[in-house]
């Protein structure tokens, strides 16, 4: 995980710009490891770039910017999927292969559409002074786009209260390309066609930045095309029993449904090795003090966990690619209620609570040679005011929902676990809207009056509506809180080849809206998690986390702006400036 930053500027004048030192301080929060930046003149001003790195492959720790040949390269994440050595980091193995890409744009689109994993970058072509910047398209690394009056900003992560700028998240929808001498034209090689909904996200990108987009034709990553799979299996001809581990016991043994299970099981493992596996062998402390290579023998690696399903099935994943001598920390939350003035034991007995106690001695009993390190994050509502007033609301930036507020504050906070020492933090996201989790998946089923296709067409309509939305809903946002706390955020479930298959299912394939809540919700993931040994959680009911962890009011809509968030600008922001 790192922390990136390129301004664009013109006319620059005698004294060039400097990064606020708020600023920088949030972007070091990122990369703590390792920092550096470099400034290029070009025909109408400066270009700046910073690099805050946090380590986690290669033998060595990779400083940022890499300059390759006539390119600039800022790069933040991780590519799964790279035919490098061991020993080279994916950052340096990128920066050589996008060197190679000099006169040949298609080299470089061919080389996009085959990574598999979360990142973003900004590739500045010192030539022809070209800026090329992405999110993946999942949208797992957050980059932010902000319109300056004399420029333009690139960045993971922005600071709040400047009045003279306009933020948004870059919509990620593939490779934009801008000359900087002209920021009045861009180009966008896009993932995908864009539909109605990405439309839109670009047309609100032109009007904020002022600029007009041109579309060309889509790259069109393999992972992307959903597959013809042979399953003709439906949850829905199975017969409900009362008792549910009968039910489950019964499903399991269909051979079309063991073989779904399967190939899930070989895709999920495979995502959750990756996460777990590419990392520093070096725990945060360790690293903190080191003076001379040494071997490190604490815990690299967290999972928030509120004890539901989704993190408990990955924690008992992780348990088989973590060396034994490891502990693993459970990382869970609680806040103070708001009627709450005394700190006691009580006090945080939260559902989440609850429920991580629950699941932990699930993991005890199926892995007893593990150290199970389950860490209690206690927040009283004065921590919390004070941490989101000077510090998260920025992180939540351009952000400003009570959803956003919610969420935002419960990753930082237990992200944020002082006697955690891992710089690795698994997060569960992406598992409701894969396999049918919420609610309103169930209710577009039983509010549909319709024959049974037309309701299955209503659940399909209602998971695809939240997979095309997943990108611009929350994830940059976590990836923001909880890198600020010196962790990498890494999400199995949205992982490119688990995607494509469970996407490539139908929508009775994934979930089963005639059984009860508990049952049929995600079934096909609590199936698994019940063929894999887990029993009580795995008929445990959703429940969001800002619920869970009692930091939510749920008097207050979740889509309403946040008082606290809610940006206070004292001048109007002019985006309509000429630059050419």
């Given at each position: 995980?790192?922390?990136?930053?390129?301004?664009?500027?013109?006319?620059?004048?005698?004294?060039?710009?400097?990064?606020?030192?708020?600023?920088?301080?949030?972007?070091?929060?990122?990369?703590?490891?390792?920092?550096?930046?470099?400034?290029?003149?070009?025909?109408?001003?400066?270009?700046?770039?910073?690099?805050?790195?946090?380590?986690?492959?290669?033998?060595?720790?990779?400083?940022?910017?890499?300059?390759?040949?006539?390119?600039?390269?800022?790069?933040?994440?991780?590519?799964?999927?790279?035919?490098?050595?061991?020993?080279?980091?994916?950052?340096?193995?990128?920066?050589?292969?996008?060197?190679?890409?000099?006169?040949?744009?298609?080299?470089?689109?061919?080389?996009?559409?085959?990574?598999?994993?979360?990142?973003?970058?900004?590739?500045?072509?010192?030539?022809?002074?070209?800026?090329?910047?992405?999110?993946?398209?999942?949208?797992?690394?957050?980059?932010?786009?902000?319109?300056?009056?004399?420029?333009?900003?690139?960045?993971?992560?922005?600071?709040?209260?400047?009045?003279?700028?306009?933020?948004?998240?870059?919509?990620?929808?593939?490779?934009?390309?801008?000359?900087?001498?002209?920021?009045?034209?861009?180009?966008?090689?896009?993932?995908?066609?864009?539909?109605?909904?990405?439309?839109?996200?670009?047309?609100?990108?032109?009007?904020?930045?002022?600029?007009?987009?041109?579309?060309?034709?889509?790259?069109?990553?393999?992972?992307?095309?959903?597959?013809?799979?042979?399953?003709?299996?439906?949850?829905?001809?199975?017969?409900?029993?009362?008792?549910?581990?009968?039910?489950?016991?019964?499903?399991?043994?269909?051979?079309?449904?063991?073989?779904?299970?399967?190939?899930?099981?070989?895709?999920?493992?495979?995502?959750?090795?990756?996460?777990?596996?590419?990392?520093?062998?070096?725990?945060?402390?360790?690293?903190?003090?080191?003076?001379?290579?040494?071997?490190?023998?604490?815990?690299?690696?967290?999972?928030?966990?509120?004890?539901?399903?989704?993190?408990?099935?990955?924690?008992?994943?992780?348990?088989?690619?973590?060396?034994?001598?490891?502990?693993?920390?459970?990382?869970?939350?609680?806040?103070?209620?708001?009627?709450?003035?005394?700190?006691?034991?009580?006090?945080?007995?939260?559902?989440?609570?609850?429920?991580?106690?629950?699941?932990?001695?699930?993991?005890?009993?199926?892995?007893?040679?593990?150290?199970?390190?389950?860490l209690e994050v206690n927040v009283t509502r004065r921590?919390?005011?004070q941490n989101l007033t000077t510090r998260i609301k920025?992180?939540?930036?351009?952000?400003?929902?009570?959803?956003?507020?919610?969420?935002?504050?419960?990753?930082?906070?237990?992200?944020?676990?002082?006697?955690?020492?891992?710089?690795?933090?698994?997060?569960?996201?992406?598992?409701?809207?894969?396999?049918?989790?919420?609610?309103?998946?169930?209710?577009?089923?039983?509010?549909?009056?319709?024959?049974?296709?037309?309701?299955?067409?209503?659940?399909?309509?209602?998971?695809?509506?939240?997979?095309?939305?997943?990108?611009?809903?929350?994830?940059?946002?976590?990836?923001?809180?909880?890198?600020?706390?010196?962790?990498?955020?890494r999400s199995p479930f949205i992982e490119e080849n688990?995607?494509?298959?469970?996407?490539?299912?139908?929508?009775?394939?994934?979930?089963?809206?005639?059984?009860?809540?508990?049952?049929?919700?995600?079934?096909?993931?609590?199936?698994?998690?019940?063929?894999?040994?887990?029993?009580?959680?795995?008929?445990?009911?959703?429940?969001?986390?800002?619920?869970?962890?009692?930091?939510?009011?749920?008097?207050?809509?979740?889509?309403?702006?946040?008082?606290?968030?809610?940006?206070?600008?004292?001048?109007?922001?002019?985006?309509?400036?000429?630059?050419?």
């Amino acid at each position: 995980m790192c922390g990136i930053f390129c301004s664009v500027l013109h006319n620059v004048g005698l004294q060039s710009f400097k990064i606020p030192i708020a600023l920088k301080e949030i972007l070091r929060n990122r990369g703590p490891d390792v920092q550096d930046e470099m400034i290029v003149d070009y025909d109408a001003g400066q270009i700046i770039f910073s690099g805050n790195v946090l380590w986690q492959q290669g033998e060595g720790m990779q400083k940022q910017p890499v300059v390759a040949n006539d390119f600039i390269f800022l790069f933040n994440g991780d590519i799964y999927n790279l035919p490098k050595p061991e020993y080279m980091s994916d950052t340096s193995w990128i920066a050589s292969k996008i060197s190679e890409c000099r006169y040949n744009e298609n080299k470089l689109l061919k080389l996009l559409k085959k990574w598999e994993g979360p990142h973003c970058f900004i590739i500045y072509d010192k030539q022809d002074q070209i800026l090329y910047f992405s999110r993946d398209a999942l949208g797992r690394n957050s980059l932010i786009i902000e319109r300056i009056p004399n420029g333009l900003h690139l960045l993971s992560t922005s600071h709040r209260f400047e009045n003279d700028k306009l933020s948004l998240e870059l919509p990620p929808m593939g490779l934009y390309k801008v000359n900087i001498n002209d920021l009045t034209s861009c180009v966008l090689h896009p993932w995908q066609p864009l539909n109605n909904y990405y439309v839109e996200l670009l047309s609100r990108l032109d009007q904020a930045v002022g600029w007009k987009t041109t579309v060309e034709s889509p790259m069109s990553p393999e992972w992307m095309l959903k597959s013809k799979l042979t399953f003709d299996y439906d949850f829905y001809k199975y017969t409900y029993i009362d008792s549910h581990e009968d039910l489950y016991k019964k499903l399991i043994n269909q051979p079309q449904i063991k073989e779904s299970l399967a190939t899930l099981h070989k895709l999920l493992s495979n995502s959750v090795r990756n996460r777990v596996t590419n990392k520093a062998p070096l725990c945060r402390l360790c690293l903190e003090k080191m003076t001379v290579p040494t071997l490190c023998g604490h815990a690299k690696l967290c999972i928030l966990f509120s004890g539901g399903i989704d993190c408990t099935i990955l924690a008992l994943l992780a348990n088989e690619f973590v060396p034994q001598n490891e502990a693993i920390e459970l990382i869970n939350v609680a806040f103070e209620s708001v009627e709450g003035q005394n700190i006691s034991e009580k006090l945080w007995d939260v559902p989440d609570r609850k429920t991580a106690l629950l699941s932990i001695n699930e993991l005890k009993q199926l892995c007893p040679k593990r150290c199970w390190k389950l860490l209690e994050v206690n927040v009283t509502r004065r921590e919390l005011d004070q941490n989101l007033t000077t510090r998260i609301k920025h992180l939540i930036y351009p952000l400003e929902t009570v959803l956003d507020e919610s969420l935002g504050c419960a990753f930082w906070f237990a992200s944020h676990c002082d006697s955690s020492t891992a710089r690795v933090a698994l997060i569960g996201s992406g598992a409701d809207e894969l396999f049918g989790g919420y609610a309103r998946h169930r209710n577009s089923f039983r509010h549909c009056q319709g024959s049974a296709t037309e309701r299955q067409l209503a659940v399909h309509n209602e998971l695809e509506m939240d997979w095309q939305r997943i990108p611009a809903r929350n994830l940059a946002r976590d990836d923001r809180v909880i890198a600020d706390n010196g962790k990498t955020a890494r999400s199995p479930f949205i992982e490119e080849n688990v995607v494509k298959f469970i996407r490539s299912l139908e929508a009775y394939q994934k979930c089963c809206f005639c059984f009860p809540e508990g049952v049929g919700d995600k079934l096909l993931l609590r199936l698994y998690g019940f063929q894999i040994g887990l029993r009580g959680v795995v008929f445990l009911k959703k429940r969001a986390i800002q619920f869970g962890s009692r930091i939510a009011n749920k008097k207050h809509k979740a889509v309403h702006q946040s008082d606290t968030l809610k940006q206070k600008l004292s001048a109007k922001v002019n985006i309509s400036h000429t630059f050419s």
